[in-house]
């Protein structure tokens, strides 16, 4: 099973910790973000993982090249534009598997999530994808019918509403995104955009189409450590061991 990890981004929340390094090395328990994700998605069964690059992409390439981590890694280089999650994908899609499914995770998220539990959920269901959510605190929520199908995506904060099937259908599930998910090796062929762009914007304009489902993980234990204080809480929360 392959997965594609998203650690491009420039970690502009972690402040000072990424000023001369990439996300994906800012350490958490004594050890840098991207091994945590391998480790988990080896642990997953995962053979081979697909890394972006962008911000300080020479120092995380040089660092995964540096020895064996158990599983085949390949780079997909965005040093030319960091394009987003949905850019990224596609941009990746050529080093992508055409026969099987294919995890995609945050390098910035921590989490108990039984990622094998996940992929049986998504081939069992025929799903194009299947989007890790949980019951949790967050402003931008993804909204699902009574079978857990992507209908819609809304901002609490701002009240702004989108609707991915027609405006009859009912959404009794607000659940927010948790970076995490499956999609079967078809989907990037069906991606129109181009440029930069988000996954959920994808999602949400091949829902009406596709059946794009969720996987409810409420209760487990989750964490973005996109900041330092998010970073702290994770380390204090047990869910990674300190050094």
């Not at 085949?72 to 598997?97: K, M, P, Q, W, Y």
């Not at 794009?212 to 809480?233: A, F, M, N, Q």
Request: hydrophobic share 45%.
């Amino acid at each position: 099973m392959q997965a594609f990890v998203f650690a491009a981004g420039m970690g502009s929340r972690m402040r000072g910790l990424t000023a001369d390094r990439p996300k994906a090395l800012v350490e958490a328990g004594g050890r840098p973000l991207i091994e945590h994700a391998i480790e988990k998605l080896r642990r997953a069964g995962v053979t081979e993982i697909v890394v972006n690059l962008h911000h300080f992409a020479d120092l995380l390439e040089s660092h995964l090249r540096g020895r064996n981590w158990g599983v085949a890694i390949r780079f997909s280089d965005e040093r030319d534009l960091l394009r987003d999650t949905g850019g990224g994908l596609l941009h990746a899609a050529h080093l992508l598997d055409r026969h099987g499914p294919i995890l995609l995770c945050n390098v910035d998220v921590l989490t108990d999530l039984d990622l094998g539990a996940l992929v049986g959920a998504h081939l069992a269901s025929g799903a194009i994808a299947t989007l890790a959510v949980q019951r949790r605190e967050s402003s931008r929520r993804l909204l699902f019918d009574e079978n857990l199908r992507l209908v819609g995506w809304t901002n609490l904060s701002t009240g702004a509403v989108r609707r991915a099937v027609p405006e009859s259908a009912e959404a009794p599930h607000s659940l927010a995104f948790s970076g995490i998910q499956v999609i079967s090796p078809e989907l990037p062929g069906l991606v129109r955009q181009t440029g930069v762009f988000s996954l959920v914007d994808l999602y949400l304009d091949l829902a009406a189409q596709y059946p794009i489902l969720g996987y409810d993980h409420t209760g487990g234990t989750w964490y973005d450590v996109g900041s330092p204080e998010k970073l702290r809480e994770a380390e204090e929360g047990g869910i990674i061991p300190t050094t």
